[in-house]
C-alpha cells in the first residue's frame, strides 16, 4: 500500500475535528485508515468478524479519545498500537497467543544461503500459499513491512517489542517461507 | 561498519520497502552490489511484496463502516450534548487525578533503589495470571506504574513473565487484585 503524503496532516487535522464532535470528520477518519487497521487485525486473527470488531473498536476508541493524540508518532503507528492490544485482547479470549513463540531463535545461517537459491524460481500463488501458512504472528510482521510499508522502530512501537524482535521475526517468517517453498518442490 | 563477509539479510526487508535510514541504505546497496545471495534475496522479497500487497475486500469495509456510523449516530448525542453535569464531572475526574498523584509519590519517596530502565537486566522475574475479559490496554498501565518490564507473554495459558526491580513493585501488583488472579515468582 503506497501511503498518500498528506496522510498525517490530513489525519492531525481530522482528530482536531473529532475532538469537538465532528461525525463528518469521524467518517472521513473512518474511511482514510480502515484498510490498515481492518488488514492488521486480520492478519493475526484471520477471521473477518473478529477482524471488523477490532476495526470497529478502535474507531470507537478513537471518537472518545482524538483529543489524547499527542502527535509523538505517527497517526497510523498510534491507530495500530491500539489496534494490536485489541487484537491481544481477542486472542486472549480465544485462549490462545503465540505472538512470543521462538522470537529468541535466530534462523541457521545456512537456510539463507538455501533461501537465496530458490529466489528467481518464486511463484506468486506458491507465495501466497505460504504466507497463509505463516503463523498470525509472522504473517503479521510480513503484513506490516509490506502492506504498510513501516520501518522497523515504526513496527516495535505498534508491536511494544524491541526493534531486534520485530527483524528477528521478520527472519523467521522468511526462514519459514523458505521450508514451505522447498516442501512445494522447489530448490 | 559491515565487513565483506557480513550478510545485512535482517535489513533486507526494509531496503525492499524503502525505510532504511540513509545510512544504512547506502551500507546495504553498497553490500548487494558485490554479494549475488543477498540480491537474489531481495529479489524474493519483492516478489513477496507484490503478494502480500494484495486489497482488502471493500464490501466487508462498507458494511463496517455502515455500522460504526449507525452506533456512532445513537451514542453521538451524550458526546454533544453540554449539559450543566459536566463541569462537575471535570472537577471529580481531577480531584481523583490528584489522589492518584499524591499516592504515587507517596511511594516513590518509599522507594529508592529504582534504575533507569534497560540499562541493566536485574531484578525477579514473576509469573503473572489476570483475569479473564481484563483488557490488554490495563494490564500494560499496571505495570507501567509497577515499574515491571514484560519479558514474555502473554503465552499460550494467559500467563505473563515480567521483571521486577524491588519489592514495592510486587505490593503493587499484588494489591491490584481486581486485575491479577495469580502471581508467582519463577
Not at chain 1, 481492518?38 to 470497529?56: G, H, I, P, S, W
Not at chain 2, 534504575?115 to 481484563?134: K, L
Amino acid at each position: 500500500m503506497t501511503s498518500n503524503p498528506n496522510e498525517q496532516d490530513d489525519a492531525v487535522e481530522l482528530l482536531q475535528n473529532i475532538a469537538t464532535g465532528d461525525e463528518n470528520a469521524m467518517r472521513s477518519f473512518y474511511q482514510l485508515f480502515q484498510s490498515a487497521v481492518y488488514a492488521f487485525a486480520m492478519k493475526r486473527l484471520n477471521n473477518q468478524t473478529d477482524a471488523v470488531e477490532v476495526l470497529n473498536e478502535v474507531m470507537f476508541d478513537v471518537w472518545r479519545s482524538a483529543d489524547r493524540f499527542q502527535g509523538r508518532s505517527k497517526v497510523k503507528t498510534w491507530l495500530l498500537g491500539i489496534a494490536n492490544f485489541k487484537v491481544i485482547d481477542v486472542l486472549r479470549k480465544r485462549g490462545r497467543t503465540d505472538h512470543e513463540d521462538l522470537d529468541d531463535d535466530v534462523p541457521d545461517e545456512n537456510e539463507a544461503t538455501a533461501f537465496s537459491e530458490i529466489a528467481g524460481q518464486h511463484d506468486a500463488g506458491l507465495i501466497r500459499q505460504c504466507l497463509e501458512k505463516l503463523k498470525d504472528v509472522h504473517r503479521q510482521v510480513v503484513h506490516l513491512v509490506f502492506f504498510e510499508e513501516l520501518s522497523y522502530p515504526e513496527i516495535a512501537e505498534i508491536l511494544e517489542c524491541p526493534s531486534g524482535t520485530v527483524k528477528t521475526r521478520m527472519m523467521h517468517a522468511k526462514s519459514k517461507l523458505k521450508r514451505c517453498l522447498q516442501g512445494l518442490g522447489f530448490v | 561498519m559491515m565487513n565483506k563477509t557480513e550478510h545485512p539479510e535482517d535489513l533486507l526487508p526494509w531496503y525492499v520497502n524503502g525505510t532504511l535510514s540513509s545510512e544504512e541504505q547506502s551500507l546495504v546497496s553498497a553490500h548487494l552490489s558485490s554479494c549475488d545471495r543477498c540480491s537474489q534475496e531481495v529479489e524474493l522479497l519483492i516478489s513477496i511484496q507484490k503478494v502480500a500487497n494484495e486489497p482488502v475486500d471493500d464490501a466487508v469495509l462498507d458494511m463496517a463502516q455502515r455500522r460504526f456510523m449507525r452506533e456512532l449516530n445513537s451514542t453521538s448525542t451524550v458526546k454533544k450534548d453540554k449539559t450543566w453535569w459536566q463541569p462537575v464531572f471535570a472537577a471529580a475526574a481531577m480531584l481523583v487525578i490528584v489522589v492518584q498523584f499524591v499516592v504515587i509519590m507517596n511511594i516513590e519517596q518509599e522507594t529508592d533503589s529504582y534504575q533507569p530502565a534497560g540499562i541493566e537486566q536485574t531484578g525477579i522475574v514473576y509469573q503473572i495470571q489476570f483475569h479473564d475479559g481484563v483488557k490488554e490496554q490495563d494490564i500494560r498501565i499496571l505495570l507501567q506504574s509497577a515499574n515491571a518490564s514484560i519479558i514474555d507473554g502473554p503465552g499460550a495459558l494467559g500467563l505473563y513473565r515480567v521483571r521486577l526491580d524491588n519489592k514495592n513493585s510486587k505490593d503493587v501488583l499484588v494489591s491490584a487484585t481486581h486485575l491479577i488472579q495469580h502471581i508467582e515468582q519463577e
